[in-house]
């Protein structure tokens, strides 16, 4: 394979695990995880990778680097489910992207060997996960952050549900 630095127009990845969630279709799906309160999953990690769970039990939230694998193709402006206007792709959370990477912030409930319980799962079941990172708030929330049109509008990412217009 390739090294990354002597390519940088192609990358590789393996998944570490996969994700489970009570999800079969993209259609009803919680848009963010502020919309999946209480909706459990797991993560079952690839046995080559559970040696890196050491220490994750300590973190009440993870996030979750994914590939969301039922998106083909990508657009470069949508209409975002919580605007009927359309927005440049990277000033949304589209999943129909150039690089099909999903990100959410779950509730870590617990770790059982090789499987991972978490909350406010808004993820499709089978979907492969690239990468787990713990939650840090001291790194990770900006009190003085601006959120764009997000700010008149993501109050409603808790009721809003997804439809297939992004398959």
């Known amino acids: 394979m390739p090294d990354p630095i002597d390519n ?10 996969i994700i489970h969630s009570p999800f079969s279709d993209i259609a009803g799906m919680p848009i963010q995880p502020s919309g999946a309160r209480g909706i459990r999953g797991t993560i079952e990690i690839r046995p080559e990778f559970v040696a890196g769970l050491t220490d994750l039990e300590e973190f009440s939230h993870v996030i979750l680097i994914y590939a969301l ?24 959370r589209s999943p129909k992207r150039p690089n099909a990477i999903g990100l959410s912030i779950v509730r870590l409930a617990g770790i059982q060997g090789s499987t991972l319980e978490i909350k ?48």
Request: with cysteine; hydrophobic share 35%; aromatic share 12%.
């Open 69 to 92: 694998h039922r998106c083909s193709g990508y657009s470069l402006e949508v209409k975002p489910f919580l605007d009927p206007q359309p927005h440049g792709i990277f000033a949304t």
């Open 8 to 17: 940088p127009e192609s990358c590789t990845y393996i998944p570490v695990g």
């Open 120 to 167: 406010g799962v808004d993820i499709l079941d089978g979907t492969p996960l690239l990468d787990i990172k713990p939650y840090v708030p001291a790194f990770d929330s900006y009190c003085e952050a601006k959120a764009g049109w997000f700010d008149a509008v993501s109050h409603n990412a808790t009721t809003v549900r997804s439809d297939d217009r992004f398959r």
